[in-house]
């Protein structure tokens, strides 16, 4: 108490000129200037007496805010008539005009029509008051339930990971550093770094009393319920388990525990090639990220290795060529991208170290395509500053690279399929930057000078970027539209719940020349494998006439499925990604090379955000809401709206989102975002 | 009501022997308060007696014209003329043979119309209006009756009252010529700098203590300034030293900072407590002399005529303080309590417990074991009873406040209490309580109080719309009689006849009572659960019946908003406190009160009754806490230390101790014994508003409006003490810095201020709160 707090005063009086105006409004015309400079006095010195009152009658209510109520009873105590018709709970919103030279305040009183209140339904009744009760606390430890707030708060949390003197575990590396954990090229710098935080010898070091890391009974049923629930196959009981882990406030406890159980997780099913158990785990990161009552510094170190490895692993599948490890990668990349927005600082570099390994995968000449594919999606989400510096000097050998794989003698489909994917990853990425950073005139020319063989391609995917841009630019209003990285959103379902009508919409129009096959799921071959769902790929595509004819493909992951073989498959779709082109467009379908289709896959976000730019974050599927496959703005074909362009968020026109199925399975993961296929 | 022995009643209206002593006008002295209270009652009473003439009474500053004590023959002479002006015949009569004045003189004053103190100044304005207050107040107690007056002047020994030095102030208008003195207007920041310049170039250990008259010298600096209506001065000299002013000032600086005009000075109520009440300073004799040397060298006379009419000065002989030990004790509106008034002898024992008859006793192992092994419990029977017979050295005679006899139902739940403390748990460090937290959900209106019964049965919540709400908290509903024509087919030999008046179709969890017509700021149960009080901005404190659930009585005396109230801990009588910074004892039977206890010069905000009834608490918003003796309306503790309005008081279950919390966000404690604080716990972040010993005294909770209820370890703050014999003697404490190590346990709620707490008879702790969403 003693210290000396320098007080601001000062004899704040209202202004002569409010007095004049307040006389005016009561119909005294002239009043002198010396009688209006005591009004204001006079006046100045009541309404802070009346406020000084209410101030009493707030205190005494146990109220932190001052309402109008309390202001009517300090009236009240002087003997004068309370204001009638202030009665808002909240503050009263004055409005401010001004003209004339003269500034008023006044409180907007609308006129109401009688008719109008009575004849409008009645509000509902609000809830009466109830008591409810709790424990606080028992014996002097505060359970964690819902009823109490989070036993660690998150900015406690952030101290405790941030400030090495206050650490609880001498053990534990607060710099989440990024240790080499499986057989990954995750990080190979990291390791160095996994030593002994370091002990600051005969300083007067502050142990804090170990936190306790023993969970109650109630808590360890919750943590077997829910690690259970998030890797089983039941897709409701997840969607319904990563809710809780995103929301939930008690989980502070358990973090550890969830932390290590999604880094073994990962790095035994990265062994065993389980994509379907290593997608569930990247939405439990995701679902922990996205709690609000959670700091995960302290258990980055064994959350950045697991991410990583589902970026730039070798193989994450059995059967690469056909399954949906790409959707896997980029959802992970978008974590990664995630954790480096909201950890990365200067003292653990978590962002400069991230980029360094994906450099340094992606510059090796051995690396395996899904590998790069994994380092490019990495860096690209990083956001355009990355790109810029670091992709966009590589496009010329990049595309050389590409270039002798689908253009060179076939090597392997699996290769094959690496370098189209990671292409058309580059374009989808490279394009907008560019769009940016490049002067207008878009010149073929000139693009393949600058990016060799990607040059052409380049191009007109700028030409496209730079319309989508002049087209938003002209929607003013939503802003959300800009948004060009769209959060990561990874769905999955299981066949038994798709929509009842996935099979009947499967037809073949005659005009299309390509083969397209319907996979129906069989058992899985590997019975040690946790059972991957069936997968369906749903692939709309139209011919570039006007017959908006719609073509559904659907694929199964499953290894039995024999009644294609694989090659069939790819040559139908190249791969699951569809894409929707619309004869209406203005970039001319003839500049695409390869396929004459393109296809888009777009989940469907829930009903209720439709509109939004790359969906909600949360990556569930309630059975009630399929986030399915969805083409927003397909169900009138032929609109003009209909521009799914490249790293562009579905922007959905008020048409009816046509649920046309789910993207079942496991590896159905498909982005929020339209994914160019080639 | 009828329930109410007779007997307690009787001898609270004889006028106590010590009240008796002194010739006491009935109307005039102590009820009508000293001079503090006066202006707001001037405003207050207005209604009752004289009607038009004291309505419009403004808000005048008339205090000390009521000046208590009865050999201020002027005030008294000026009282009666106002009377027989007013045509008061009655209660001119009944004032003059009280007062044993003659009638000559009486005739003799009214001559000189003037009145004493109105030497032509706008003071002879304010006597009038003064003279109308009081006049209204004295009409309004003849009003009531002669028995009534009678008892509620049994109150304090005027002299006594509050320890403000109030005797040698004989007027307004003196007090406000003594502003009068012209000195040069320009001259006054010369002469606070010097003195300023003079306390900072002193010793270091005077330093402190001289230190501590910046702040008066400063109000009284610039009311005079703004007295003698030189308002540009007044207003630089505030801009340049207000900042100099310890940070605890900040609330009265605000004021002040608002008081720019003479006009303005009439009706301030701080500004009434600055003129009409000395600011106490303790200074030692040494640091004293060299101010006083130094004043004179100088000719400094603005001050020193400042320093001897406004301060009064505490001389002690010893060691000057420090800084921390001024920082401790000051803070308050009037500055530090007085040694004498802390010197007073306090009866904090607890009363002896009644003696729970054996049959009832048997009762109660029946009841435990069916098997009948009566001779084992009979030793344990034996030791409770010995243990009460004891008589505590410092508790009171017993029948020093009558006290209602126990009733049947009474010894019922002491023996049920009784029971329960068999299983208490014993709390400690090691073993801490549990909290329940009973949240307000949707409390949309406010919670403005709660209380919570001893048996922890039911919850009682006031809220900010009126109403008054019951819940019952155990599967057992609340039920009312039956109506009088169905209760008169009752069979009254039955057994169950308790169980027959009770109306089942009434039974519900949650009772509402309507009748207030403002916000419920205070609810106290009755200790046999039949009563309920309330009190509330309307200015009455309403008795409900928790048989009927109907109001049963409106006590109207506040004019203004209660704050606090609560029921004795042996039911009957209850407290209240308000607005009109007055606390007021009650007896239920009594419409009017009992006791008035003034001296408080801002609202009084919270009240508590000592465990043994014979002492009340009362918490103000001029920041400190009293503690007054029920039996004679007297004074016996004032400490000062707060830095905010008080907000909550608790007895420690011993009687010993006083902890009281306040805005400041600070609980201190208090030795009620030797008038000393003797911890502070430091902790909360906002104003505490809930305070409870566990019931064998060993944590402490607070709970307030930062969403925490803390424990803290009551037993190691008291053991602590007791050894220092000079801190006993001098008063000056040196708190060790501990805070961090008494507390025991912090829990935060999500979004709930604590405003109560209630530890039940097995130690578990009952929090409650309205939640508030952010």
């Known amino acids: ?678 | 009501m009828a329930a109410l022995p007779e007997e307690p009643a009787e001898v609270v209206v004889k006028p106590d022997p010590d009240g008796g002593v002194l010739p006491q006008p009935p109307p005039a002295p102590p009820p009508a308060a000293p001079p503090s209270t006066a202006p707001a009652e001037g405003e207050a009473v207005g209604a009752p007696g004289s009607g038009g003439e004291a309505a419009s009474s403004k808000p005048a500053p008339p205090g000390p014209a009521a000046s208590p004590a009865p050999t201020d023959r002027q005030t008294l002479l000026a009282v009666l003329q106002f009377l027989r002006r007013n045509n008061l015949h009655e209660s001119e009569d009944i004032l003059r043979r009280e007062a044993r004045l003659l009638g000559e003189e009486v005739a003799a004053v009214a001559l000189s119309p003037a009145g004493p103190g109105a030497q032509g100044t706008p003071g002879g304005e304010t006597d009038a209006t003064g003279g109308e207050a009081l006049l209204s107040r004295v009409a309004g107690a003849a009003g009531g009756g002669v028995a009534a007056g009678a008892s509620a002047t049994a109150a304090a020994p005027p002299g006594k009252v509050g320890g403000v030095p109030v005797e040698d102030q004989p007027d307004v208008s003196a007090v406000l010529s003594a502003y009068k003195q012209q000195g040069d207007p320009a001259l006054y920041e010369e002469y606070y700098s010097g003195l300023k310049h003079f306390i900072e170039c002193a010793l270091d250990c005077h330093r402190a203590e001289l230190s501590q008259l910046f702040y008066p010298l400063f109000v009284h600096m610039y009311l005079e300034l703004v007295y003698n209506q030189h308002e540009n001065e007044a207003k630089s000299f505030f801009e340049k030293f207000h900042g100099d002013q310890e940070c605890y000032y900040q609330d009265d600086l605000r004021v002040l900072s608002g008081l720019t005009k003479k006009e303005h000075m009439k009706g301030n109520e701080t500004m009434l407590d600055f003129r009409t009440s000395k600011f106490v300073l303790r200074i030692s004799r040494d640091s004293y002399q060299l101010l006083k040397r130094h004043l004179q060298e100088k000719q400094n006379n603005q001050i020193w005529n400042i320093v001897q009419e406004h301060l009064y000065i505490d001389i002690f002989d010893g060691m000057p303080r420090s800084k921390q030990q001024i920082d401790a004790m000051v803070g308050s509106l009037a500055g530090e309590a007085k040694r004498e008034a802390n010197k007073a002898k306090v009866f904090f024992g607890l009363l002896k417990e009644p003696e729970i008859e054996v049959p009832l006793d048997d009762e109660d192992e029946e009841g435990e074991n069916e098997e009948g092994k009566p001779k084992k419990k009979k030793p344990k029977r034996e030791s409770m009873g010995s243990k009460s017979k004891k008589q505590d050295p410092n508790a009171p005679p017993q029948t020093r406040i009558p006290l209602p006899e126990l009733k049947d139902s009474d010894k019922l739940d002491k023996i049920m209490n009784m029971k329960e403390a068999t299983k208490r748990v014993r709390l400690g460090p090691e073993c801490l309580p549990s909290i329940c937290f009973y949240t307000f959900l949707n409390a949309y209106q406010g919670l403005t109080a709660v209380d919570v019964t001893d048996d922890s049965s039911m919850i009682v919540g006031g809220f900010a719309d009126s109403t008054v709400r019951v819940w019952s908290v155990t599967p057992k509903k609340l039920r009312s009689v039956k109506s009088a024509a169905d209760l008169s087919l009752i069979d009254k030999e039955s057994d169950d006849v308790l169980e027959r008046i009770m109306d089942e179709k009434t039974a519900s969890e949650l009772k509402i009572l309507y009748g207030h017509s403002g916000p419920v700021y205070g609810t106290s149960f009755s200790p046999d659960r039949n009563y309920l009080l309330s009190c509330s901005e309307d200015g009455t404190v309403r008795l409900w019946s928790l048989q009927t659930f109907t109001c049963l009585v409106g006590y109207k005396g506040h004019n203004y908003p209660v704050w606090d109230t609560q029921f004795s801990p042996y039911g009957y009588y209850f407290v209240s406190g308000g607005h009109d910074r007055v606390a007021r004892l009650w007896a239920t039977d009594h419409y009017q009160p009992l006791r008035i206890f003034a001296g408080h010069l801002a609202d009084v905000t919270c009240t508590r009754f000592h465990p043994n009834s014979n002492y009340i608490a009362t918490g103000s918003a001029d920041r400190t806490v009293r503690l007054w003796d029920v039996l004679n309306g007297n004074c016996v503790r004032i400490f000062t230390g707060h830095k905010g309005p008080i907000h909550s008081l608790a007895f420690s279950p011993n009687g010993r101790f006083l902890a009281t919390g306040a805005t400041d966000g600070r609980v201190l404690l208090w030795d009620i014994g030797h008038g000393l604080m003797v911890g502070e716990l430091k902790g909360h972040t906002d104003t505490v508003y809930a305070l409870r010993f566990s019931r064998e005294g060993e944590i402490l909770a607070s709970g307030s409006m930062d969403n925490t209820v803390r424990l803290w370890d009551a037993v190691k703050v008291f053991e602590d003490l007791e050894t220092d014999d000079f801190t006993t003697a001098t008063g000056h404490i040196n708190l060790p810095e501990n805070s961090q190590d008494l507390l025991l346990g912090t829990y935060m709620t999500k979004s709930t201020p604590v405003i109560h707490l209630h530890f039940t008879r097995r130690n578990l702790l009952l929090a409650s709160g309205a939640y508030s969403p952010q």
């Open chain 1, 1 to 678: 108490m003693a210290e000396e707090k320098k007080l601001k005063l000062s004899h704040t009086l209202l202004p002569a000129e409010s007095m004049k105006v307040m006389a005016e409004a009561v119909g005294i015309a002239q009043v002198p200037e010396e009688t209006c400079q005591l009004l204001a006095d006079e006046v100045s010195y009541r309404i802070k007496e009346i406020a000084q009152d209410a101030l009493k009658f707030m205190h005494m209510s146990k109220r932190r805010k001052l309402t109008t109520g309390d202001v009517d009873f300090a009236l009240k105590l002087k003997n004068v008539e309370p204001l009638y018709g202030f009665h808002a709970q909240e503050f009263i919103p004055f409005r401010y005009a001004s003209g004339g030279g003269r500034e008023l305040y006044f409180y907007e009183e609308k006129e109401v029509d009688l008719s109008d209140i009575i004849n409008t339904p009645l509000p509902r009744v609000p809830l009466d008051v109830c008591l409810k009760a709790h424990w606080l606390s028992i014996e002097g430890t505060q359970p964690a339930i819902p009823e109490n707030p989070p036993p660690a708060p998150k900015e406690q949390q952030k101290a405790e990971a941030t400030e090495p003197l206050k650490s609880t575990k001498p053990g534990q590396e607060e710099n989440g550093p990024l240790k080499g954990q499986g057989q990954s090229a995750a990080a190979p710098d990291g390791k160095g770094k996994e030593k002994k935080a370091p002990v600051l010898e005969g300083a007067p070091l502050k142990l804090k009393p170990r936190s306790i890391h023993e969970l109650s009974v109630e808590q360890q049923l919750y943590y077997k319920e829910i690690t259970e629930a998030c890797v089983g196959s039941c897709e409701a009981k997840r969607a319904e388990a990563l809710q809780s882990i995103a929301t939930d406030p008690g989980l502070y406890q358990m973090l550890p525990r969830f932390s290590t159980f999604i880094s073994e997780g990962v790095r035994v099913n990265v062994v065993q090639n389980n994509l379907a158990l290593l997608i569930y785990l990247m939405r439990m990161v995701k679902a922990l990220m996205d709690n609000p009552t959670l700091y995960l510094e302290k258990y980055l170190h064994e959350l950045i290795p697991a991410v990583m490895t589902c970026i730039v692993s070798r193989q994450l599948c059995l059967r690469p060529d056909v399954d949906n490890h790409w959707a896997l990668r980029d959802f992970a990349a978008r974590l990664i991208a995630q954790i480096c927005k909201n950890f990365s600082t200067t003292t653990n570099n978590i962002q400069s170290r991230i980029t360094k390994t994906f450099t340094k995968s992606w510059v090796d000449e051995k690396t395996p395509w899904t590998t790069r594919y994994g380092s490019i999606a990495g860096l690209a989400e990083l956001g355009h500053d990355v790109i810029k510096t670091l992709i966009l000097p590589r496009l010329q050998v990049e595309g050389e690279r590409v270039r002798a794989i689908v253009e060179g003698p076939v090597v392997s489909n699996i290769d094959k399929i690496g370098a189209d994917h990671v292409q058309s990853l580059l374009l989808k990425h490279c394009a907008p930057v560019l769009a940016k950073i490049r002067p207008p005139p878009d010149n073929q020319d000139s693009y393949k000078a600058d990016f060799g063989s990607l040059g052409s391609l380049l191009c007109t995917h700028v030409v496209k970027a730079r319309a989508q841009a002049a087209m938003q630019a002209q929607q003013v209003n939503r802003t959300t539209l800009t948004i060009t990285q769209p959060r990561p959103t990874l769905t999955l379902s299981q066949a038994p719940q798709g929509p009842p009508r996935a099979p009947s919409i499967i037809k073949v129009p005659s005009s299309i020349t390509l083969p397209v096959q319907t996979l129906v799921s069989g058992r899985p071959s590997t019975p040690t494998q946790p059972s991957p769902p069936p997968t369906k790929y749903i692939v709309m595509s139209s011919t570039s006439g006007s017959s908006a004819s719609q073509q559904v493909i659907t694929f199964s992951s499953s290894p039995l499925g024999t009644a294609s073989s694989p090659i069939s498959t790819t040559a139908a779709g190249v791969q699951p990604v569809v894409k929707l082109v619309s004869t209406a467009q203005t970039a001319p379908s003839a500049t695409v090379t390869g396929n004459l289709q393109k296809y888009i896959v777009v989940s469907l976000p829930p009903p209720g955000e439709g509109g939004k730019a790359g969906g909600p974050p949360g990556a569930q599927l309630s059975p009630s809401a399929p986030p399915g496959l969805a083409l927003p703005g397909l169900a009138p074909a032929g609109t003009p709206t209909i521009k799914q362009e490249p790293g562009d968020s579905p922007q959905a026109p008020p048409g009816t989102p046509s649920p046309f199925g789910k993207a079942n399975g496991a590896q159905g993961g498909v982005a929020g975002s339209p994914q160019p296929s080639q």
